[in-house]
């Protein structure tokens, strides 16, 4: 008797035809990330200042019956044996390290799990998401910058039964980021001795664990009523850890074609575990250009009330540390800056679709006056598709007080995913 070892795609695909599954479509990608810095005494393309890893994603949707749709998508990450040989560092904290015996490294783990696992189902104009799940919240949302996202267990209700307004409802049970208060659990692997670079974005092993102890609500209205206005009001309650708001307006000004006006609030009042700390305040301000064919551009202003706490950014993942946000100002790499308290950012934005490539040029400046520190980036990109498969160059400039000594340093990536 033979042991027969299935795919989960197969595995699924197999389900769909036995039980008649309509509307059945399989995706994923592949992906290779790459970067390499000259901090301290490393210069770039050394082994112990560059980190390297590989994703898969596969990914399945259909529907069950009329109405009712699920999905299911697979992770895994692998350096190939790369932090051994070419880089000392992982790209994603997912992976678990142990010694292996040899005097010349550790062993990094691969790791897989089910990023995504859900059902929706709709009547009328109300649908409703229940399972694992990737979120876009303006403070809990899955990072897709990096090679890999973090998800959620979550419950999602999403009404329109009011002309021009989407009404939002959600529970989030548990996530896989890194610990948002506290001490980060995830992050890069380091390995001999070297300079740690990764996302800090999924925690080790990929875990799933109560999202901030207790689990978290959330409330949003968003309202298209004035069609060049788009205005949401999110609530959030973050269950013995925060109430939240966070407010936004974005219009496509009439008079000037092309231009686009853009305003945020954020208030983050803690409460339970955190009761007494100081309440995290900004607001942000951006203009947008399209006017000219192939060229988007843009600047933003923002400022942090400096007697908060938390950063107005991601509370799914390490929020002291370098969790991402969405205020305008945020920073093409050197995430972590623009949320933090008594904050002073802005950034200039300009994207070229040039014909043979992609090209991108992002400028941020962020002075924290209370810790004297000032963090000036410069990133240069550029992009280009062959066929399925996506490439990216990206080229950074960090001048920072709290990094490499103060003394700047240059950071060289590359990105390549093959989308099938």
Not at 21 to 44: E, M, P, Q, R, W
Not at 222 to 251: E, G, R
Not at 335 to 349: H, K, L, M, Q
């Amino acid at each position: 008797m033979k042991l027969v070892k299935m795919s989960l795609a197969a595995a699924v695909l197999l389900g769909a035809s036995a039980f008649a599954i309509d509307n059945v479509k399989v995706s994923g990608d592949a992906k290779l990330f790459y970067t390499t810095n000259n901090t301290g005494n490393f210069d770039l393309f050394d082994k112990d200042s560059s980190a390297a890893d590989t994703a898969l994603r596969l990914g399945v949707t259909g529907d069950l019956t009329k109405g009712v749709s699920f999905g299911v998508t697979g992770y895994a990450v692998s350096t190939l044996g790369l932090e051994n040989n070419l880089v000392s560092n992982t790209w994603t904290g997912a992976h678990g390290v142990q010694a292996n015996g040899s005097p010349f490294g550790a062993q990094v783990d691969d790791q897989a799990w089910i990023g995504e696992m859900w059902v929706a189902a709709s009547l009328g104009k109300t649908t409703a998401k229940l399972g694992r799940m990737e979120l876009d919240t303006p403070l809990a949302f899955s990072e897709k910058w990096s090679i890999v996202p973090n998800t959620f267990d979550a419950a999602v209700l999403i009404n329109q039964d009011i002309p021009d307004t989407t009404v939002v409802g959600a529970w989030v049970g548990k996530g896989n980021g890194v610990n948002a208060i506290g001490v980060a659990t995830g992050g890069a692997n380091a390995i001999n001795n070297s300079t740690a670079i990764g996302d800090n974005v999924v925690g080790s092993g990929a875990d799933f664990n109560t999202f901030m102890n207790d689990g978290a609500y959330a409330l949003a209205v968003v309202n298209n009523s004035f069609k060049p206005l788009t205005a949401q009001a999110w609530y959030y309650n973050v269950a013995n850890v925060a109430d939240a708001f966070w407010l936004q307006a974005d219009i496509n000004c009439e008079k000037i074609k092309g231009l686009k006006i853009g305003a945020q609030y954020a208030d983050l009042d803690p409460k339970g575990l955190l009761d007494g700390l100081d309440n995290s305040k900004a607001y942000a301000f951006k203009l947008g250009y399209t006017g000219v064919t192939n060229l988007n551009v843009s600047a933003a202003y923002s400022k942090a009330d400096q007697d908060g706490t938390l950063k107005v950014a991601n509370v799914a993942t390490n929020n002291l540390g370098t969790a991402q946000s969405k205020l305008y100002t945020e920073a093409w790499w050197n995430y972590g800056y623009v949320g933090t308290p008594d904050a002073r950012s802005w950034n200039v934005t300009a994207e070229y679709d040039a014909g043979v490539a992609k090209l991108g040029a992002y400028y941020t400046d962020v002075n924290v006056d209370q810790t004297n520190v000032d963090m000036k980036e410069m990133t240069v990109t550029a992009t280009k598709s062959f066929g399925p498969l996506d490439a990216t160059l990206a080229y950074i400039s960090t001048d920072a007080d709290d990094q490499n000594t103060g003394d700047r340093y240059d950071t060289v990536q590359a990105y390549l995913t093959l989308n099938f």
